[in-house]
Nanobody, 116 residues
Framework: QVQLVESGGGLVQPGGSLRLSCAAS????????MGWFRHAPGKEREFVES????????NYADSVKGRFTITKNNDVNTVYLQMNNLKPEDTAVYYC?????????WGQGTQVTVSS
């Protein structure tokens, strides 16, 4: 079974940047497409961005286009999300998972708060 641990969240001002990490243990995820998802208060959890298993193809939500970038390092079983030009509406708990997500893989997430 895979355990995913997200980190790198925090409080940042609008326009700032954060880099999230998602480390996997228990099993390699090198053969899976991976994604980042977020859950804001009062909203459904939503897709943010995904990357193919070899890292060649990415997809993203329109709301993060040009601002967020997902990368994947299969050698260290880690997925990253570089977030630039953050906006208050990006405030949420961010999770990584397979894409499409697998319920048993959800971790605790990492809180991102964008506020002045």
């Amino acid at each position: 079974q895979v355990q995913l641990v997200e980190s790198g969240g925090g409080l940042v001002q609008p326009g700032g940047s954060l880099r999230l990490s998602c480390a996997a243990s228990g099993r390699t995820f090198s053969t899976y497409a991976m994604g980042w998802f977020r859950h804001a208060p009062g909203k459904e959890r939503e897709f943010v961005e995904s990357i193919s298993w070899i890292g060649a193809i990415t997809n993203y939500a329109d709301s993060v286009k040009g601002r967020f970038t997902i990368t994947k390092n299969n050698d260290v079983n880690t997925v990253y999300l570089q977030m630039n030009n953050l906006k208050p509406e990006d405030t949420a708990v961010y999770y990584c998972n397979r894409h499409p997500p697998y319920n048993k893989w959800w971790g605790q997430g990492t809180q991102v708060t964008v506020s002045s």
